[in-house]
């Protein structure tokens, strides 16, 4: 099962833009989903999971500009992303972890917050 993330791109400071990750097959017992990302430090950083029971947890960083959410039927995640700044600028992976310690990742996705 592979994981297909889309949505990036270039934006100017202000902006939005959402994010989507779709597996390419079914993933048995599905605890966790979430987004990652990793910018000019390299460090891949937490930036929102959202449980099998739809609890959502976000980074400080970007609390009430960012929405997490899922699709179950879709085996799908979602990042609404508003209010963009030039430090939101990074790669985006999305991660998905089930009950039996199995961990998927998607391969990235591009967005660059600039003017």
């Known amino acids: 099962v592979q994981l297909q993330a889309s949505g990036g791109g270039l934006v100017q400071p202000g902006g939005s833009l959402r994010l989507s990750c779709v597996a390419s097959?079914?993933?048995?017992?599905?605890?966790?989903m979430g987004w990652y990302r990793q910018g000019p430090t390299n460090e891949r950083e937490l930036v929102a999971t959202i449980t099998s029971s739809g609890h959502t947890d976000y980074a400080d960083s970007v609390k009430g500009r960012f929405t997490i959410s899922r699709d179950s039927d879709k085996i799908a995640v979602y990042l609404q992303m508003n209010s963009l700044k030039p430090e939101d600028t990074a790669v985006y992976y999305c991660?998905?972890?089930?009950?039996?310690?199995?961990?998927?990742w998607g391969k990235g996705t591009q967005v660059t917050v600039s003017s």
């Open positions: 991660k998905i972890d089930n009950y039996y310690g199995r961990t998927y």
């Open positions: 097959g079914y993933i048995f017992s599905i605890n966790t």
